[in-house]
C-alpha cells in the first residue's frame, strides 16, 4: 500500500510567497471571479494540500462552477523553478502533472494542471506560454506538431521546451507517449506567473483593490488587513488542509469583517464569454489551412503588453491586424477569461445600453472585477476604427473610464490591459474621440506584411502557390495575408501570360471580382455580381454594419455567397456582413465607381459617410490605373473641386490615390501635367494632404502633459498631431518622386517641400534612404537664399 503523507509534513505553515497565492484564491472564491488559470467558470471550492486524497498536484485545488458541470484546476506553488533536464525540483512537479493528466478523475478540455512561479522568465512567457495556446488551439496533435515543426513558424526554444517535456514524459510512462498523449497534456497544462514577492508588487495591490469590493465604502480602508487574514486563513489551511466555499469562508470571517453580499456575476461572465467568441469567430488566422503564428511579433506585443496599458495594433489594410489580436486572445485565455468587442458587432448609446442588448445584469464595475483573474487581465476591441456612430463610441469611453478608476499599484503600473487594432490610415480619427488619456500613454505594434520564412512556409503548405513566387508582377501583394488567402483559392489564380506588370490591389479586386464573385457555379456569376451591386447600393448608406439580404438575395445567392465567405451571417440574428472589410471596401467602390461621372453630387445625396473614404480613393486609384492617360482622374479632381459644398476630405482621398499603389511613381509621372499647372496648385494641395493626412499620432509627447492637460482630449490630440509619424509606405515613393524633379517644379512649392523634407529628416532613423539627398538640397536651398539676399 502507498504511505499517504499527513497534511502537516506536505504542508507545514507553507512559505509567504505559498499562503499569498492561497489567499488570492480565496478572494476570488469570495468575489465569485474566474480563477486564473481557466478561461471560464467562477471560483465555487478552493483546496489546500490535497496529497493525502491522492492529488499529486496538492498545494492548491481551485474547483470552478460552469454553466454545465464543473471544472478542476490543479497547481503546484514554487516562488522560482527551474525548467531543466536535470532539475530534480522539476521533475517532481511535471511528474506530478502527469499523474494528474492520467488520473481517471481528470477531464481532458475541462480540467487544467499546471504551476505557479513567483519570479518573471522571459522564456516561460514569450515562448513555453505559446506552446500551450498552440496546443490549446490546434484541432488535432498533427496539426500542433506540424505548427511547431515549421521552422519558419516556431521558435527553436518552443522546440526543445517540447522534446524536454516529451522526454519527461517517455521516462514516466516507461515507454514513448503518443502524440496524442502530449498533445492533450500540452493543451491541459497551465503556467501562472504570481507577483507577490512583496508589498505593493502588482499581483498584491490589485488583489487588495479585490478584496475591497467585498467591503462598505466608509471601510475599503480595511482592505489590506482583510487580505492579511485571508493570507492566515489560506497558512493555517495549508497545515490542515482545509478547505473553503463561500459560505463557510465567510463565517470564518464575520467575526472581524462585515462583508458585503457578493455579486453573481455567472450569467454575465457566460453571455460575454459567448459574445468575445462570437466576435473571434471569423477572423481567421490561417492560409489555405496553415495557421501563421506570427511568433516574433506576438513576443513583440506581449513585451509591450507588460510595459503599457494601451496596445495600438496597426497595419495596412489585410495585413493581419485581427489575426494577431485573436492570437494574443488565446494567449491571454491560458490565464483567464478576455473580454472582447468587435468594431462590427458593438451595439448601444453608451456602455449600459450595450449590456442590455448582451441581457448584463451587472454593473460594469463589478464585471471588471469578475473578470480580472489573470496576471494581466485584457480587454480587447477589434476594429476600433470601424466604430463610427457616436453612442457605439460611447460604450467603448465608457469602459475605459471605468478602467481608469482601478488604483494603480505603488509601481505606478496598471492591472488591465487594452488592445485594439485599426487601420494605420484611421488612427488619427480615432484619436479624435477615443479616451484614451487616463490610462496613460499607448504604445504602437506595427503589424508588418509576411517575412520572406512564413511566405516559404505558406508555399510548402500549398504547393499551388509556388509559381507565384517567381512572377515579379505579383511580388508587391504576396506578402499580404488576406491578399494571399485570395490568391490561395484555385478560381484565383491568374494566368502569368495575362498578368499586368505589376499586381495592384485594383488589379486582384477585378480578378476577384470576375473569377470569384462571377463565378459559374449553381448561381451563376452574372446574379452573384447583381447581387452583391444592389447589396452595395444599400450599404453605402452606412458602410461597415450589418444588413440584410432577403430581399436582395435568393436563398441560392445567399448560400453561395456564404460558402465562399464574401458574407457572414450572425449566428444569432438574420443579419450579415462582409467577412472582411477590405471586401466591403471593393464591392463599394464598384458601385461608386458606376456613378463616376456624378459621383460628387452622389455622395451629397448619402450625407457624405466618413466610412466611404477608402472607397473613393479606391475610384481615383482606378481611374488612373485602368487608363494609359490621367484624363478620368483629372476629370475627378475637377468635378470635386467644382463642388464646393463638399468636405474638402473626398478631394483629398482622390488626391493622395496616387500613393497607394505598387504603381506609385508610374501614377504620379502619368498625373504631373495637373500636379503642376497653375503653379503647382495641386502639388502643393497634396502635400499638405501628406503632411496632415498620411500620418499617425505621436503618442510619445503625452509625457509633456500634465494631468489636468491630458483630461482635454481636443487639445491633447491637436498637440500629438502637431508632430506626427509619417506614414512611411506613403511617404517614400512620394519623397523619391519628388527629389527627382525638385529643380524643375515652380518655386511656390518650396515652402512646403522644406516642411516635409523638415518632417522626414527629424523623424526617419539616420542612414534612411533620401536623408543625404534632403540635406544637399537644404544646404543648396540656404546658399541659394544666401545669395539671393546678397549675404
Not at 506536505?10 to 486564473?36: F, M
Not at 465562399?564 to 471586401?583: A, G, K, T
Amino acid at each position: 500500500m502507498t504511505k499517504v503523507a499527513s497534511p502537516i509534513s506536505t504542508g507545514g505553515a507553507g512559505s509567504d510567497y505559498e499562503k499569498r497565492v492561497g489567499a488570492y484564491y480565496l478572494v476570488a472564491l469570495l468575489l465569485q471571479a474566474v480563477p486564473r488559470g481557466q478561461e471560464a467558470g467562477v471560483t465555487r471550492e478552493v483546496r489546500f494540500q490535497r496529497l493525502y486524497e491522492r492529488e499529486p498536484l496538492d498545494d492548491l485545488i481551485i474547483v470552478s462552477e460552469l454553466p454545465v458541470g464543473e471544472a478542476k484546476l490543479a497547481l503546484q506553488i514554487k516562488r522560482d523553478l527551474t525548467f531543466g533536464e536535470k532539475d530534480e525540483t522539476f521533475d517532481e512537479v511535471i511528474q506530478a502533472c502527469w499523474e494528474t493528466f492520467k488520473s481517471s478523475e481528470f477531464h481532458i478540455g475541462i480540467d487544467r494542471f499546471g504551476i505557479g512561479i513567483g519570479l518573471y522568465s522571459k522564456n516561460i512567457d514569450e515562448y513555453y506560454q505559446s506552446v500551450l495556446t498552440w496546443a490549446r488551439t490546434s484541432t488535432d496533435s498533427n496539426d500542433f506538431l506540424k505548427r511547431i515543426n515549421q521552422q519558419s513558424l516556431a521558435n527553436q526554444t518552443q522546440r526543445s521546451f517540447i522534446k524536454l517535456i516529451r522526454g519527461k514524459l517517455d521516462t514516466y510512462l516507461g515507454s514513448s507517449v503518443t502524440d496524442d498523449e502530449l498533445w492533450d497534456f500540452l493543451r491541459s497544462m497551465v503556467i501562472l506567473h504570481f507577483d507577490f514577492q512583496r508589498d505593493g508588487s502588482r499581483d498584491y495591490s490589485y488583489t487588495v483593490e479585490m478584496v475591497s469590493h467585498l467591503l462598505n465604502t466608509d471601510k475599503k480602508n480595511e482592505a489590506p488587513q482583510l487580505f492579511t487574514e485571508l493570507v492566515d486563513v489560506a497558512a493555517q489551511a495549508n497545515i490542515t488542509a482545509g478547505s473553503f466555499n463561500a459560505d463557510i469562508l465567510r463565517q470564518k470571517l464575520q467575526a472581524k469583517f462585515a462583508l458585503l453580499s457578493p455579486i453573481d456575476c455567472r450569467y454575465d461572465l457566460e453571455k460575454v464569454r459567448q459574445e468575445s467568441d462570437l466576435a473571434l469567430r471569423d477572423i481567421r488566422v490561417d492560409i489555405g489551412g496553415l495557421t501563421l503564428s506570427r511568433t516574433e511579433i506576438i513576443i513583440d506585443a506581449l513585451e509591450k503588453l507588460s510595459q503599457a496599458s494601451l496596445i495600438e495594433l496597426v497595419g495596412s489594410s489585410g495585413v493581419g491586424k485581427s489575426a494577431v489580436l485573436k492570437t494574443l486572445v488565446e494567449h491571454q485565455g491560458g490565464q483567464g477569461q478576455v473580454l472582447v468587442i468587435s468594431g462590427d458587432r458593438i451595439t448601444g448609446t453608451g456602455w449600459s445600453s450595450y449590456a442590455s442588448s448582451l441581457q448584463l445584469s451587472q454593473p460594469l464595475n463589478k464585471l471588471l472585477v469578475a473578470l480580472s483573474g489573470s496576471s494581466q487581465p485584457t480587454i480587447f476591441i477589434d476594429g476600433i476604427d470601424r466604430i463610427v456612430d457616436t453612442g457605439k463610441r460611447a460604450v467603448v469611453n465608457d469602459l475605459l473610464r471605468t478602467l481608469a478608476e482601478v488604483p494603480l499599484s505603488e509601481d505606478g503600473s496598471r492591472h488591465w490591459k487594452v488592445v485594439f487594432s485599426a487601420r494605420e490610415e484611421n488612427l488619427q480619427d480615432v484619436y479624435r474621440w477615443l479616451k484614451w488619456q487616463a490610462l496613460g500613454k499607448p504604445t504602437r505594434l506595427q503589424v508588418p506584411e509576411l517575412t520572406e520564412e512564413e511566405l516559404q512556409s505558406i508555399v510548402e503548405h500549398s504547393p499551388r502557390l509556388k509559381p507565384l513566387l517567381s512572377l515579379s508582377q505579383l511580388s508587391p501583394i504576396l506578402k499580404n495575408p488576406l491578399m494571399l488567402r485570395l490568391l490561395e483559392d484555385p478560381r484565383m489564380l491568374p494566368n502569368p501570360e495575362y498578368l499586368p506588370p505589376v499586381a495592384t490591389e485594383i488589379e486582384i479586386s477585378k480578378v476577384w471580382w470576375n473569377r470569384l464573385v462571377g463565378n459559374e457555379g449553381l448561381v451563376s456569376g452574372h446574379d452573384r455580381k447583381n447581387s452583391l451591386l444592389k447589396l452595395g447600393k444599400q450599404v453605402v448608406k452606412s458602410p461597415g454594419k450589418h444588413f440584410t439580404v432577403e430581399e436582395i438575395f435568393t436563398p441560392e445567392s445567399i448560400s453561395s455567397l456564404t460558402a465562399d465567405r464574401i458574407i457572414v451571417q450572425d449566428p444569432d440574428r438574420e443579419v450579415y456582413h462582409f467577412s472582411h472589410n477590405l471586401l466591403e471596401d471593393w464591392v463599394i467602390f464598384r458601385v461608386l465607381d458606376q456613378r463616376r461621372e456624378k459621383l460628387s453630387t452622389y455622395l451629397q445625396e448619402l450625407d457624405e459617410p466618413f466610412g466611404l473614404y477608402r472607397a473613393v480613393q479606391l475610384v481615383g486609384l482606378a481611374s488612373l490605373e485602368n487608363s494609359n492617360t490621367a484624363d478620368a482622374w483629372i476629370q475627378l479632381i475637377e468635378q470635386f473641386e467644382e463642388a464646393s459644398e463638399l468636405s474638402p476630405r473626398w478631394r483629398q482621398a482622390l488626391l493622395t490615390a496616387l500613393l497607394v499603389s505598387p504603381r506609385s511613381s508610374e501614377l504620379l509621372d502619368k498625373a504631373e501635367p495637373l500636379l503642376i499647372a497653375d503653379n503647382a496648385r495641386r502639388l502643393i494641395e497634396l502635400m499638405v494632404a501628406i503632411r496632415t493626412l498620411e500620418v499617425m499620432p505621436n503618442t510619445s509627447l503625452e509625457r509633456l502633459f500634465t494631468e489636468a492637460e491630458l483630461q482635454s482630449s481636443d487639445r491633447v490630440n491637436s498637440l500629438l498631431m502637431s508632430d506626427p509619424i509619417p506614414r512611411w509606405s506613403v511617404w517614400q515613393p512620394f519623397m523619391g518622386w519628388l527629389l527627382k524633379r525638385l529643380n524643375d517644379l515652380p518655386t511656390t512649392v518650396r515652402p512646403e517641400v522644406v516642411k516635409l523634407m523638415e518632417i522626414w529628416q527629424i523623424k526617419s532613423p539616420i542612414g534612411s534612404i533620401y536623408r543625404k539627398e534632403i540635406g544637399e538640397i537644404a544646404i543648396a536651398l540656404l546658399k541659394e537664399e544666401e545669395a539671393r539676399r546678397g549675404c
